[in-house]
């Protein structure tokens, strides 16, 4: 089954955290490149709703992200993984971009895209995003 919804991490993957709230280098082109592969995209973070919206503004504000990233789903979690369960019924249709290991849900380690921790001293030349899109387009064609 080819994968229809990116569920994406917010800290250490698209943003530095959610206190610096630093865009990683190429977010709004790796956001627009995603919306074409993916019929979904979805926020899957510990970080709150509201603070995710407060910090999206942001960035769609500064430039840094496209306009419709403000409104983008958000998913809820609690627990000590991600479960992609809670982003779709359906095994394999989604997968999960994020940083951090051991958020992986046990029994979804082929559908995590892992992308390099974006941290301090978050360098203008950081390339994890477009590793990750070469990762989530192998990622497509492998399951086409």
């Known amino acids: 089954m080819r994968p229809t919804i990116l569920a994406m991490d917010l800290e250490g993957t698209l943003i530095s955290n ?3 709230q630093m865009p ?12 074409e592969l993916f019929e979904h ?8 709703e509201p603070a995710f919206r407060r910090i999206a503004a ?10 419709w990233f403000a409104q983008m789903p958000y998913t809820s979690w609690s627990g000590a993984t ?6 779709s019924p359906i095994p394999g249709a989604a997968l999960l971009l994020d940083d951090y290991r051991a958020y992986i849900h046990p029994g979804q380690e082929g559908c995590w895209v892992e992308v390099s921790l974006f941290e301090s ?12 899109l070469g990762k989530l387009r192998e ?3 492998a399951r086409t």
């Open 121 to 132: 001293p978050y360098e203008a030349s950081d390339t994890g995003l477009d590793v990750a």
């Open 58 to 67: 942001l960035l769609v504000g500064e430039g840094c992200a496209p306009a």
């Open 24 to 35: 990683r280098p190429g977010l709004c082109e790796f956001l627009e490149t995603v919306n």
């Open 41 to 48: 995209l979805v926020i899957y973070t510990s970080v709150p």
């Open 82 to 87: 991600k479960d992609l369960q809670n982003v």
């Open 18 to 20: 959610a206190v610096s």
């Open 139 to 141: 990622c497509l064609t």
